[in-house]
């Protein structure tokens, strides 16, 4: 054990004592929670889907009840990790973009609420990304298909590079900011799943749905990109191994960001296109 815990300390460079006696540990917390939260919303949704407040079709009951839980915990990590981003992005933005991607290691500077913010953000977005890729996976393909986990071991990588070397809060920042758009898909399918699907509420959540992605996951990332091609220079703490995982998990949840936000606007543009047919 301690011979692969050395290989993988100098892959990364990283301190063995921060992150196998700190990180793992405040990692585990935030697993321990995700697990128990995960596991309350199966035993609620199934506690409802069996008594006589159920008004679900028999057919699409044992669906909702395999998926909800998954996506009750969603919508509980996406509400918290996405205000999280934003105020890491208000405070690291004015900052000097040497300093925004790889903060200095002198005393007292890590213990900066700039820095302190996304390491605690860090472990809580890795931990869900853990839990809910098992959940995918037993699941499988009810909560996702390879393109989810495409996306959880890109922000994975990035998640990992940049806690263990402590670098990057500012790209991580509006990275997960993304995740607001996850809270509008989310309330889209209890919207679908409980039958409200041709209502306003529905035409709501779709508008937000798509304006939030489009803000979020393509023009704040967009920026982000274009900041880091410049600011990728002065990441030096991680070696040559974790620059690539932390560049290339950034850029695999762009290429990911592209390809979704593409069906989202096909899938616009042909309902509007039939709706005008039935106008006609």
Known sequence: MSTLVERIVWLFEIDSDRIW?????????????????GM????????????????????????????????????????????????????????????RIQPPLNVGAIDSVAWLGPLKTNRIFMAYLLIDMVRIILAWPKLGQYDFIFH?????????????????????GWLIVGEVSTIFLNIRWFLIKLGYGATSFMTAANFLFALTFFIARIVVYTFGVYDLYYSAQYLTRPNMVGRCMLVGGILIGYVLNLIW????????????????????
């Open 21 to 37: 006696h700190v990180e793992a540990v405040r990692l585990s917390v935030w697993l321990f929670i995700w697990s128990i939260l």
């Open 152 to 172: 959880h071991l890109g922000f994975m990588s990035v998640s990992i590079v940049g806690a263990t070397t402590i670098s990057a809060p500012f790209q991580f």
């Open 40 to 99: 309350l919303s199966d035993w609620a949704i199934a506690r409802w889907c069996d008594s006589k407040r159920c008004f679900l079709h028999p057919s699409s009951k044992e669906e909702f009840r395999a998926t909800a839980g998954s996506y009750i915990t969603s919508l509980v990590h996406s509400l918290l990790v996405s205000f999280r981003g934003i105020d890491h992005i208000r405070r690291t933005l004015p900052l000097p973009m040497d300093v």
């Open 261 to 280: 936000f593409k069906k989202i606007a096909l899938i616009g543009f042909s309902k509007n296109r039939k709706e005008k047919d039935k106008t006609k």
